[in-house]
């Protein structure tokens, strides 16, 4: 075993721990008065962990076809309760364009099938959900860092956010979920919009999701819509990065 994948099976047995407590009542230790500061000291030691044990830059493992799961199970929403996401699936996503803006020199929308028309990669890597399971698939997409050399963000910007079509709650709120540029220019990051050699299917995040294969599976928004690069997360969401970051889970979540 590599030295690589044995600091990985190290880092997944400290947070084998986390997840129990998150299945065990997360959102309920999330709206209490210690909750937050629980979870704010376990991702400090998270990313202390990260960068005694291991590289941001390195590789996650790759595995191949005979490895792949019979079934790669649907994480979060199966198919989002909105109108016009649900138009646009009626539709096979011909009419879909993802919107690239904010901190940029030339913000831009791009169809799907622009996107399949650009420089691709595939990649099978293990999804490991922070609800205690794990799937191995074959995807293929776009590098985000291509996307990205296209729109050429402007200095200032630091983060990526992903701003999707999936209401999460009574009022609305649509997932959003974000990185900074180490993991977005890492070559393992893709725009995918196939799973296992076919369309990205619609309850796995349909017609594009991203794929940040080192850290867990709430990192890899689905049903993306929207990309804005942004300086601070001053005005997203809580300002903790993310649907989940804002509810008390970790904004870092490398695994």
Same mark, same amino acid.
């Given at each position: 075993?590599?030295?690589?994948?044995?600091?990985?099976?190290?880092?997944?047995?400290?947070?084998?721990?986390?997840?129990?407590?998150?299945?065990?009542?997360?959102?309920?230790?999330?709206?209490?008065?210690?909750?937050?500061?629980?979870?704010?000291?376990?991702?400090?030691? @998270?990313?202390?962990?990260?960068?005694?044990?291991?590289?941001? +830059?390195?590789?996650?493992? *790759?595995? +191949?076809?005979?490895?792949?799961?019979?079934?790669?199970?649907?994480?979060?929403?199966?198919?989002?309760?909105?109108?016009?996401?649900?138009?646009?699936?009626?539709? #096979?996503?011909?009419?879909?364009?993802?919107?690239?803006?904010?901190?940029? #020199?030339?913000?831009? !929308?791009?169809?799907?099938?622009?996107?399949?028309?650009?420089?691709?990669?595939?990649?099978?890597?293990?999804?490991?959900?922070? !609800?205690?399971?794990?799937?191995?698939?074959?995807?293929?997409?776009?590098?985000?860092?291509?996307?990205?050399?296209?729109?050429?963000?402007?200095?200032?910007?630091?983060?990526?956010?992903? #701003?999707?079509?999936?209401?999460?709650? !009574?009022?609305?709120?649509?997932?959003? *979920?974000?990185?900074?540029?180490?993991?977005?220019? #890492?070559?393992?990051?893709?725009?995918?919009? !196939?799973? @296992?050699?076919?369309?990205?299917?619609?309850?796995?995040?349909?017609?594009?999701?991203?794929?940040?294969?080192?850290?867990?599976?709430?990192?890899?928004?689905? &049903?993306?819509?929207?990309?804005?690069?942004?300086?601070?997360?001053?005005?997203?969401?809580?300002?903790?990065?993310?649907?989940?970051?804002?509810?008390?889970?970790?904004? &870092?979540?490398?695994?």
């Amino acid at each position: 075993m590599s030295i690589d994948i044995r600091r990985r099976v190290v880092l997944r047995r400290l947070l084998a721990g986390a997840s129990t407590v998150a299945l065990a009542g997360c959102d309920a230790i999330s709206r209490s008065s210690w909750g937050p500061r629980v979870f704010q000291a376990g991702e400090y030691a @998270n990313r202390l962990a990260q960068r005694l044990l291991t590289s941001r +830059t390195s590789m996650a493992q *790759e595995f +191949t076809e005979a490895d792949l799961s019979p079934v790669f199970r649907s994480n979060g929403t199966a198919f989002p309760d909105d109108a016009a996401y649900r138009a646009l699936a009626a539709n #096979h996503f011909r009419d879909w364009k993802l919107r690239v803006d904010g901190l940029v #020199h030339r913000p831009m !929308e791009l169809s799907l099938a622009q996107l399949r028309s650009m420089p691709n990669r595939t990649q099978i890597t293990r999804h490991d959900c922070v !609800e205690g399971w794990s799937a191995i698939g074959k995807w293929k997409g776009v590098p985000l860092s291509a996307v990205l050399d296209l729109v050429r963000p402007v200095s200032t910007a630091r983060f990526v956010v992903f #701003h999707c079509a999936d209401p999460m709650d !009574e009022a609305g709120t649509r997932y959003y *979920e974000s990185i900074d540029f180490e993991d977005a220019y #890492h070559p393992q990051t893709l725009l995918a919009y !196939e799973l @296992n050699d076919r369309p990205l299917p619609v309850a796995n995040g349909a017609p594009v999701r991203v794929r940040i294969e080192r850290q867990l599976g709430y990192k890899m928004a689905k &049903y993306i819509m929207r990309i804005e690069l942004v300086e601070s997360f001053a005005r997203i969401g809580e300002g903790r990065g993310g649907y989940w970051e804002d509810q008390g889970y970790e904004w &870092y979540a490398g695994i």
